[in-house]
Structure formats: structure tokens, C-alpha cells
């Protein structure tokens, strides 16, 4: 069953749209596409791969911290709180679309 006809309680964000997209690389966890419209390709990040990335990021910031360096703390937290935000979109999309996650979700 495709994502767009899975049942939710949830409202749905907008309809699943088909696209061709142009695939580089079909690698796992690493792919390679570029979106309609786009003129240059971009990096594609599996959801469970993203929350491992922020994960990582907070463990970073975390550890900066613990350095002392102001500066170094900073960009780690700006780099987590990127990633953190793309992660966050990601789970509300999937969730106006009725598709679980394949990871548990962390607060």
C-alpha cells in the first residue's frame, strides 16, 4: 500500500504528489536525487539515518559544552538545532500522512 492511502486519525498535510526525479545514486542511506525544478542535485537522508545524525549532533553540543569554548559550543548547537528542525518537519509530514516512524521518536 503506498504511503498516500494509509488510514490516519490524524489530518493529512496535502495529497502525495508523483514526481520524476532525477536519481545519481540509489546507495543506501546515501542517495543522490535532484528534485524538479531543482538545478542541482541534493543529498537524500533516510528519516531513521537523520535521527541518528541528530542523535550524533546532540552528543556533540553536549560535549562542547563540557570544553569551555563558547564558540565551539555554539556552532554544535546551531548544527543540532538545524538538524533538529529538519527532523521535526520530516516527523510532521509523516504524520499528516498517517505513516509511522521507523525509529522511537525522542523528546
Same mark, same amino acid.
Given at each position: 500500500m503506498t504511503p498516500a492511502?494509509? *488510514?490516519s #486519525?490524524?489530518?493529512r498535510e496535502r495529497a502525495v504528489e508523483r514526481k520524476n526525479l532525477?536519481?545519481?545514486s540509489e546507495a543506501s542511506?546515501? *542517495?543522490v536525487v535532484c528534485m524538479p525544478g531543482r538545478s542541482f542535485p541534493g543529498s537524500f537522508v533516510p528519516g531513521d539515518a537523520l535521527a541518528s545524525l541528530c542523535r550524533s549532533a546532540r552528543r556533540v553540543h553536549r560535549l562542547a559544552v563540557r570544553t569551555g569554548s563558547e564558540e565551539l559550543a555554539d556552532e554544535a548547537e546551531? #548544527?543540532?538545532d538545524d538538524l533538529g528542525d529538519?527532523?521535526?518537519r520530516y516527523e510532521g509530514v509523516?504524520? *499528516?500522512h498517517g505513516i509511522p516512524l521507523l525509529y522511537p521518536r525522542r523528546p
Open positions: 492511502r494509509r *488510514g #486519525s490524524q489530518p532525477e536519481v545519481y542511506n546515501h *542517495g546551531m #548544527s543540532a529538519r527532523l521535526r509523516l504524520a *499528516g
